[in-house]
């Protein structure tokens, strides 16, 4: 079958290649309509018990997470300048396209009670956009007297002020996002350079557009660094220009294909997605280098271009074939998944891999049949004096001592499993940025003064219309306020409850002690007064405090809403934290009475991070039958299956080792390595015993000739592609992402062990096998997947 394929793509080449350029124009024109994705992609599956709980308080309460926060600390706050600078800052960011609200210290409302009309009138505190150094003084005064913004807005033992900035989620969902941040972004820094004072900036909408944005600077600058750096390896390599353009060309057309596959699958560039494009570069060049090692080493046995030619797509084609399905079965399982996002990453990459095998398979014979043929100097390579020096340690390593390899992989898998057992899944909202980075120092900032930014919604379920406002109701939500708010990782809650506490200290004339919970008998002087009354000069403070009150209750007042920030614990802890809740939470809401549901981003966050791991784990045994499979096909022997995977898990069990020993975590990110590094290293596995059975007929079924030649053979390709995924790979390590670098560094980590123990372990385990190995050779049973006109000599 090879042979025939070779005769065709050599028959047809320039139609073929004809055909593969215009494929590649059209798909140019796809790719250039690429999308970087600004909406929140959902990482777990929409049937998901805590996925509906989230939808349906969105429903009722409309979204969570749309408030931008920006802090400051300073003693001299409620100085004149100060203070003045700071509500124009105030008045700017409320200017900002999308910016719909804010609440800090010069937006602050006051309720006052009005004897003669009985009603609660809201007005602002700071009224006006200039105040004298005794008004700040005399309301500032007043303002530490309200209870309600104790926490919330400042933090008196610290003396760090807040402003929450509300967004338009439209907006922060849309390209627009990255101007509104930057705006925001622009106007903190220069209040922050005027009076020397560091400006905090956090919240979700703040962090997802700053990773968007890092995520496209670096698509750019990794595509360049992998091009540049593959291009250079292959010319120190091969020594010819030819070559490095050639190879460069084809993962060329490879990223335009993968760019314009996001396009026409209507997906966009994402975190994970916008890795492809260089992982096609790293996968595409071992093609490049498979097929023109095998090439010039044919070439100069006998100086037959054409020959030549015919036996690289003959014998390498289904090499190159297996070890691109190998590789795409890797990334391809990640399809499987119910994620949304590990989907999108799957399909893409899967697809890609396939077709970067495609593209070289048609472009590289039809340019070489064109090129002239190879100078003495574009094969010097396959004699280099060092690599041949390695390759000559490594068969005395498998020829003379073979147990010590046996006894050193044994050490190592000890090693690595003990290794295993300190491993911890665990992940972070921001754990993929460096802890030096300034959008993670400004969240452990607001950690610290104001207990976090991500938010957990508590929906409270009394089971029957108006049931929130029922005194007996207020009094448990505010023993939960309590419960909640003694947690060092909770922010005090807002809720009804701190509105109605906040009308009682107004109708008690502002008297701090009376911000609590009204009984019975305040209950039927004040309730006049919780219809509140506007004022010409209120600026729409009354509106404002009516809705902030009534958006903690949906319209029929059966749900109240508990809205918490909270600090980023990390998905193993949150689940603990709101286990504990639970009992205390039980026997403040009784269960035949109220129904009460932990919500919000950061619950589904928690819960997606749980969801990656498990899919991914199961995409790894997927991944491992799915490769299995395919190596049975290729080899149709048990033993050899055998053989071909012990060399390729005891990478992986190193992989894991180290990451235990060195406390790296397990998380989604690198988690990912695994079944990538899996599918990509079994490569070699597929390089090497390919190349062993077809030299074994020509050694007259002499296994230990066999594998000599074979270590030598394809020894120096294999560490030449090594090499090029190790630097591909690392490149990744330098990402600003840590889950990026750490996909980067423990991939190529895998890969090394993996080059290793299939040009130590392999060889040494075919030794061992010998006489099973030879018996069935000899029955010419070992393997029946090539077609037989594949061992026929090619004439001239």
Not at 102 to 108: E, F, G, K, L, R
Not at 263 to 269: A, D
Request: aromatic share 12%; glycine share 6%.
């Amino acid at each position: 079958m090879w042979q025939r394929l070779a005769g065709l793509v050599l028959k047809y080449r320039l139609t073929l290649l004809l055909l593969l350029l215009a494929s590649t124009g059209v798909m140019a024109y796809f790719a250039s309509k690429v999308q970087m994705s600004y909406e929140y992609v959902s990482t777990i599956p929409h049937d998901n018990p805590k996925y509906l709980a989230f939808q349906q308080f969105q429903k009722k309460f409309g979204t969570d997470g749309n408030v931008l926060m920006l802090a400051v600390q300073t003693d001299k706050f409620f100085q004149a300048d100060f203070f003045n600078d700071y509500v124009k800052l105030n008045r700017d960011m409320k200017n900002v396209f999308a910016v719909e609200n804010i609440m800090s210290v010069p937006m602050a409302i006051n309720l006052i009670k009005n004897d003669s009309s009985q009603k609660l009138e809201a007005s602002l505190l700071f009224k006006g956009d200039h105040f004298d150094q005794t008004s700040i003084d005399s309301i500032s005064g007043v303002f530490k007297t309200l209870p309600f913004y104790k926490g919330l807005l400042y933090n008196p033992d610290t003396h760090a002020y807040l402003m929450a900035i509300y967004v338009n989620k439209d907006v922060f969902n849309s390209p627009k996002r990255t101007k509104v941040v930057e705006e925001v972004t622009k106007l903190a820094k220069a209040f922050e350079e005027k009076h020397y004072t560091e400006v905090y900036l956090s919240g979700l909408p703040l962090i997802r557009t700053v990773m968007a944005v890092k995520v496209a600077d670096e698509l750019k600058l990794f595509l360049k660094i992998s091009f540049l750096l593959t291009a250079l390896i292959l010319f120190l390599f091969f020594r010819s220009i030819g070559a490095v353009l050639m190879s460069m060309v084809v993962v060329a057309i490879g990223v335009i294909w993968s760019v314009a596959t996001i396009v026409l699958m209507g997906y966009k560039i994402t975190l994970l997605t916008g890795l492809i494009p260089s992982l096609i570069v790293v996968i595409g060049i071992p093609n490049c280098v498979y097929f023109l090692s095998k090439y010039h080493t044919e070439y100069a046995k006998h100086g037959n271009k054409t020959r030549a030619l015919m036996r690289m797509i003959q014998r390498m084609g289904i090499v190159t074939l297996f070890t691109n399905i190998t590789a795409a079965i890797g990334f391809g399982v990640f399809c499987f998944t119910n994620s949304a996002i590990l989907k999108e990453f799957g399909v893409v990459a899967g697809l890609n891999i396939m077709f970067i095998f495609l593209i070289s398979f048609i472009f590289l014979p039809a340019v070489l049949s064109y090129l002239p043929e190879p100078k003495t100097k574009h094969t010097n390579y396959l004699e280099n004096r060092f690599f041949g020096k390695v390759l000559d340690f490594l068969t005395t390593l498998v020829f003379k001592y073979r147990p010590w390899i046996y006894i050193v992989s044994g050490a190592l898998v000890l090693l690595s499993i003990a290794g295993m057992g300190r491993l911890q899944s665990v992940g972070y909202m921001l754990d993929d940025l460096p802890h030096t980075d300034k959008l993670y120092m400004d969240l452990k900032f607001l950690e610290k003064n104001f207990k976090g930014v991500m938010p957990l919604e508590i929906a409270v379920d009394t089971k029957k219309k108006n049931g929130v406002i029922n005194l007996q109701t207020l009094n448990k939500l505010d023993e939960l306020t309590k419960l909640i708010s003694s947690q060092p990782d909770f922010a005090r809650p807002l809720s009804v409850v701190e509105g109605i506490k906040f009308a009682k200290q107004a109708y008690y004339n502002g008297d701090s002690s009376n911000y609590a919970v009204p009984n019975q008998f305040d209950l039927s002087f004040l309730a006049p007064y919780l219809r509140m009354k506007g004022s010409a000069n209120a600026n729409g403070a009354t509106s404002t405090f009516s809705k902030l009150v009534s958006s903690f209750m949906d319209s029929t007042r059966q749900v109240a809403r508990l809205s918490v920030n909270m600090k980023d614990v990390g998905s193993q802890k949150l689940p603990l934290l709101l286990d504990s809740l639970e009992p205390k939470v039980k026997e403040i809401f009784d269960t035949a009475h109220y129904k009460v549901t932990f919500t919000g981003t950061s619950v589904i966050f928690q819960e997606g991070t749980r969801f990656i791991i498990n899919g991914l784990t199961e995409s790894i045994l997927l991944a491992f039958v799915l490769i299995m499979l395919c190596m049975l096909y290729l080899f149709r022997s048990w033993r050899m299956l055998l053989i071909s995977l012990i060399p390729n898990i005891i990478p992986l069990l190193v992989t894991a080792g180290i990451m235990g020993w060195a406390g790296v975590p397990l998380k989604p990110s690198t988690v990912l390595v695994f079944s990538v590094a899996l599918g990509i290293a079994i490569d070699v596995t597929i390089r090497f015993l390919v190349n062993f059975k077809q030299e074994l007929s020509r050694h007259d079924f002499d296994i230990s000739a066999t594998v000599k030649q074979t270590i030598h053979e394809t020894g120096l390709s294999i560490i030449y592609t090594s090499m090029i995924l190790f630097a591909g790979f690392m490149i990744f390590s330098f990402s600003g992402f840590g889950g990026t670098k750490a996909l980067g560094w423990l991939t190529s980590l895998t890969l090394v062990v993996a080059m290793i123990t299939n040009l130590t372990i392999l060889p040494a385990l075919l030794l061992w096998m010998e006489k099973a190995l030879l018996k069935k050779a000899r029955k010419k049973e070992l393997w029946k997947v090539l077609d037989e006109e594949e061992d026929v000599e090619i004439k001239d």
